[in-house]
């Protein structure tokens, strides 16, 4: 009599069972803000002085007191002038001063009238053709970031954006969590590295590993350390030779293929002996054979072997738990509201990813081939439709989309 099987675990339940195991390390250490582009921050950086750090003018122009301007037209004497750098003296009373942007308002004046409302109508003399309104066009002292805030929150992953913003506050380093240590090997007799063997000499069933290169680049995307492991021969004994060494100084373990039932798939059964495996198989399409487990003080995940399916499975999964496994705070996968311009109507019981991309009229056109051997579609797509199980698609329906950009970012 047979074993029953189990019912394929949800995507979501398995994404926040394996969220539930990424303890990032304790380690931290300190990288130039030049080179700390997506690395998440160890602590919460706080700003020890205002910015900017004294009122200054946004435009180029005139400062002034605005009760010396009761009417358009008024002429005023020149009495400084001011470029950013520089030290403003007093306003005198009744005159202006020549101002150009980022240069500190001097004591006195409360507002800046932009040099095109102005004209210089003798040497030292200046007509103010607008009447100003107290506060126009200065920047006040603590607008962008006031002294004593948190300014980038802990775990908060580094744009390039926020390096220009630990800059302004005179950070020329910050403290992250140290980069992720990551094993990296594929299962497979039938796997050939493009440049062994030239194309016309590939034996019948043979194939060009193409997992390696693109698993490899999204590692590195995510800041991960990569020890590449090669190809793997479809045996027990390999494999657990690779996995024993692999465990070895590495946070995690990454492989493709050998998860599956076949029998030549060895990968799971080695994990169990040296370790343990955590879940097996998720209620997704493409990408059902998913392993995730320990092996020594390594984590390990498992992706499927076809090309599409271990591409959306890292996407959907690897890259969210090694974003929290590397320190970093916003994790969440963000969807947008899309028009279908194709239709779809055999509905699966899983929960299915389709390779879609948007069209000049905003809708999302279907690749024809949806196999996930197929990774052409992940090539001329520049997305994934999130459709429900048991779901039908018409055209025109609004649809769950993800973007490429936010998934390999």
Known sequence: MSTPRLPLMPLDQAL???????????????????????????????SALHVPAHDNSSMDGYALRCTDVAEAGTVLPLSQRIAAGSLAMPLAAGSVARIFTGAPIPPGADAVVMQEDCAVTAPGEICI?????????????????????????KGERLTPAALGLAA???????????????ALFCTGDELVMP????????????????NRFFLRALLLRLGCEVSDFGIVPDRLDATMRALQSAAQGHD???TSGGVSVGEEDHVKAAVQALGSIRLWQIAIKPGKPFACGRVENSHFIGLPGNPVSSFVTFLLLVRPFLLKLGGARQIAIKSVAANAHFTWPRADKRREFLRVRRNPEGGLDLFANQSSAVLTSAVWGDGLIDNPPGQTIGYGDVVRYLPFAELLA
């Open 195 to 210: 440049g062994a063997v030239a194309p016309q000499d590939m034996r019948p069933g043979s194939i060009y590993n193409s």
């Open 168 to 182: 302004s506050i005179g950070m020329h380093q910050v403290p992250v969590v140290r980069r992720l240590r990551v």
């Open 129 to 153: 053709r607008t009447v100003p309104v107290a506060g126009q066009w200065i920047r006040r002292a603590g607008e962008d970031v006031a002294s004593g805030t948190i300014v980038l929150s």
């Open 252 to 254: 995690l373990i990454l």
């Open 16 to 46: 926040g069972e394996l969220l539930a195991l990424a303890t990032p390390p304790s380690e931290t250490e300190w990288v130039t803000t030049f080179q700390a582009d997506g690395r998440a921050l160890a602590r919460d950086l706080v």
